[in-house]
């Protein structure tokens, strides 16, 4: 999840401009990628992300990033929360429209690699509410944006989070990667 240092995962208007990206932050994403079997999107991430990457690499002088990433979406098993999308049949992807928790839980204890949770900040915050996020990546930019639509709001509940590595880019980005402590009921 991208944030400004003051938390914030989007302006104003939805606009996510001001996210600074570079190879070395698309090569230390992709290793947690590659490590996933399963992609979860909200109906809006989802879209966002539909409209480019199934064919990224396809497009003039795509990028590393764009090639790989392109076959690991193409490849991957996707699901994506939304109501409004109930019923619809598309290659590769599960829809969850009702009963979030019960059903993520479900996935949480099957077998297979990771799950992977790509943007969504309202569907992330619902997951949070039921302590079903192990693991945290955040890359903070350096930008105050003042406004905006913030990432930690109308949560239900608090609780700790562990540390387990930062990394910080020439961009001046920072990602801190966290895990939920288990104790914090």
């Known amino acids: ?40 999107y909200g109906r809006v991430t ?11 690499a396809d497009q003039p002088n795509p990028s590393k990033h764009d090639i790989e990433h392109s076959a690991w979406y193409n490849s991957v098993e996707k699901l994506i929360v939304s109501k409004s ?4 049949d598309i290659k590769n992807t599960a829809i969850i429209s009702d009963n979030l928790a019960t059903e993520f839980r479900k996935l ?7 799950i992977v949770l790509f943007g969504s900040p ?26 905006g639509i913030p990432f930690f709001k109308k ?13 910080a880019f020439p961009s001046g980005v920072v990602c801190l ?4 402590e288990t104790d914090n009921e």
Not at 34 to 39: G, K, T
Not at 122 to 147: A, Q, V
């Open 85 to 88: 999308m109930k019923g619809a």
């Open 1 to 40: 999840m991208h944030l400004s240092l003051d938390g914030y995962v989007a302006d104003p208007n939805g606009a996510i401009d001001w996210i600074t990206v570079s190879d070395e932050m698309f090569e230390y994403a992709g290793r947690q990628t590659r490590e996933s079997d399963l992609a979860v």
């Open 46 to 56: 989802y879209e966002l992300m539909e409209a480019y990457w199934p064919t990224a």
């Open 177 to 180: 990667h966290y895990e939920t």
């Open 108 to 114: 949480k204890s099957g077998t297979g690699k990771n």
């Open 155 to 167: 949560l239900k509940r608090g609780f700790r989070l562990k540390l387990l590595s930062s990394e």
């Open 122 to 147: 309202g569907l992330t915050r619902e997951l949070m509410d039921e302590n079903l996020i192990d693991e945290y990546w955040l890359f903070i930019n350096p930008i105050l944006l003042g406004k």
